[in-house]
């Protein structure tokens, strides 16, 4: 196993990645910037790199500075968390340049899944459904009507670069398309440095489903079933949840067999995330193709009791999956909030600052994964996401239960948080029944002031 690895992140999912490593013997070095010199993750680790100022661009995002430190500390691979270098393909590309072992997919297959566009050719070609769709690029706004006509409004504009909900603008009528291709590809370039977008024809009232992979080296595989992502703010998650309420044992592993189908098809390697959109009818359709661990892959590992992280960790080693299909099945229900620093009173507003209480709620099947303490700051820098609170129960009803009481004993204060809107969110009618869909936050929180 690896004598030392380099966490390129910060945050809960430095600390998260962090906490793995030393369960199996592993050193660990934390890279930061100069705004996270007091962070728990650099204290926590075993030795700490500064690659540079606070801006993400010149710190998390460097490249250069990021290889030269694991160099220069001896570390023999690279996790890269979620987000910042998470899904660049240049980056893995100079791992293996430099003799480092990057804790991911190969730079091929990270090309191949994250241009949407090109995703979306490959999940066809694998025999994956995907939503109707621009064949390609669309450059015009005369080119986007010609499409919208075809398939009829509504009509989601989409960035083929980058993820996180960016670049994602839904047009409902010749008008209004217009104005929201416009806005999509000026966002797209902002966010990613690329303006290409495409269409696909927007689904009412769906819900996001994703499935959970691993893939090992000799491309043996597992799908650790579904997380059902669809309370969200602007194609933004905000609550997810294992399993779905909407899932067959027949749907759910005819899904989990397209999603390693599509795994097959660019020799992927290591944990990933397919992204469906589920329709009413019980169709699906490919979204996108994560080539990293998410956010969210906690709530799958309280209902699998798997630890992802670590097998990520024994993949990149060259060792066998540690499991098979055979060995998984679904306990209980889970699900996660994302506590951000955001004002949801204020249509969701950054709230950074200094953080003057921090009490976490405790208990049994109560999980908290943050870095955050008492007199630590949140700059505002970098993502509002600070903590994520998971709860497990013995089915959904238990789970919304023990939610409700550990959001009630929640205390964060110095900042605005979501937990007060994540506490509000398990009142509804409609959430508790598991009639759940994208639209859920604009239409049932909508006293939220919620845009």
């Known amino acids: 196993m690896f004598k030392k690895i380099l966490v390129a992140n910060r945050g809960e999912v430095a600390l998260r990645v962090m906490r ?50 694991a160099l220069n500390t001896g570390a023999e691979a690279i996790h890269p968390g979620y987000g910042f270098l998470a899904e660049n393909a240049q980056f893995a590309q100079a791992c293996a340049d430099n003799d480092i072992v990057f804790i991911g997919p190969s730079p091929d297959a ?7 566009g090109v995703a979306r050719e490959t999940a066809s070609a694998a025999g994956v459904p995907v939503v109707p769709g621009s064949p390609g690029a669309i450059a015009t706004v005369e080119e986007a009507r010609d499409f919208a006509d075809e398939v009829g409004y509504p009509v989601l504009v989409k960035a083929s670069a980058g993820g996180g909900g960016k670049g994602m603008r839904v047009a409902t009528d010749a008008d209004d398309l217009k104005k929201q291709f416009t806005a999509a590809k000026t966002e797209s370039l902002a966010a990613f440095g690329d303006d290409t977008v495409y269409l696909e024809k927007y689904l009412l009232r769906s819900r996001h489903i994703e499935i959970q992979i691993l893939v090992d080296r000799d491309g043996k595989g597992v799908y650790l079933y579904e997380r059902d992502c669809s309370v969200q703010r602007r194609h933004q998650k905000l609550i997810e949840e294992a399993p779905s309420v909407v899932l067959t044992p027949e749907r759910r592993r005819e899904m989990g067999e397209s999603a390693l189908q599509l795994a097959a098809a660019v020799d992927y390697e290591g944990a990933g995330t397919v992204e469906f959109l589920f329709d009413q009818d019980g169709s699906y359709y490919f979204m996108e193709m994560n080539t990293r661990i998410q956010v969210e892959h906690c709530v799958t590992e309280m209902i699998t009791d798997r630890d992802i992280v670590a097998e990520q960790i024994r993949i990149a080693y060259g060792l066998p999956l540690s499991f098979s299909q055979e060995d998984l099945a679904i306990r209980g229900h889970a699900i996660e909030f994302r506590i951000n620093a955001e004002d949801p009173r204020h249509d969701f507003r950054p709230s950074p600052g200094r953080i003057t209480r921090f009490a976490i709620p405790g208990g049994y099947g109560v999980r908290v994964d943050s870095y955050l303490e008492a007199g630590a700051d949140v700059p505002p820098f970098y993502d509002s996401l600070v903590a994520k609170l998971l709860v497990w129960g013995a089915d959904r009803d238990e789970a919304i239960a023990r939610a409700k009481r550990a959001l009630d004993e929640f205390r964060v204060e110095g900042i605005a948080t979501t937990i007060e809107f994540h506490r509000a969110c398990m009142d509804v009618e409609t959430f508790g029944t598991g009639e759940v869909y994208t639209d859920f936050v604009p239409t049932e929180m909508g006293d939220w002031n919620v845009k």
């Open 20 to 69: 793995s490593a030393r369960e199996m013997g592993i050193k660990t070095v934390a890279v930061y910037s100069q705004a996270d010199v007091n962070s728990r993750h650099v204290s926590e680790a075993d030795e700490a790199v500064c690659i540079g100022p606070a801006p993400s661009n010149q710190s998390y995002l460097v490249i250069d500075n990021v290889i030269m430190a």
């Open 110 to 116: 990270i090309d191949k899944m994250g241009n949407k």
